[in-house]
């Protein structure tokens, strides 16, 4: 099975994505790993999870203006419904999203 282009997903999806921008060299990306999965857990599966390195992609980022990692962007049907970047906490990851469930 062939691997899905980043963009059909976040353009085509029927289901929210979360798109984490991130980079491998990118401490506070490593940082705001394990809060990502487990707000994503906590959702129940209702998001999914679509992390995109900015090194590998650059092209992308840049289309869709981020300018500064971590960045997060949720999209659903080809739409933005909700971004944000930099560092945050468990809590507030998790009300930002629980709107879009």
Not at 10 to 33: E, H, I, R
Not at 50 to 67: E, M, S, T
Request: contains cysteine; hydrophobic residues 40%; aromatic residues 8%.
């Amino acid at each position: 099975m062939a691997k899905k282009n980043p963009k059909d997903i976040m353009l085509k999806s029927q289901d929210a994505v979360l798109v984490d921008f991130y980079a491998d060299w990118c401490g506070p990306c490593q940082t705001m790993n394990p809060i990502i999965e487990s707000v994503l857990d906590e959702l129940g599966g209702k998001i999914k999870l679509l992390k995109l390195n900015v090194d590998k992609h650059p092209q992308l980022a840049q289309q869709f203006g981020v300018r500064s990692i971590p960045h997060y962007a949720l999209f659903k049907r080809g739409k933005i419904l909700w971004r944000k970047g930099g560092i945050m906490t468990k809590r507030d990851l998790f009300q930002s999203l629980k709107a879009f469930t």
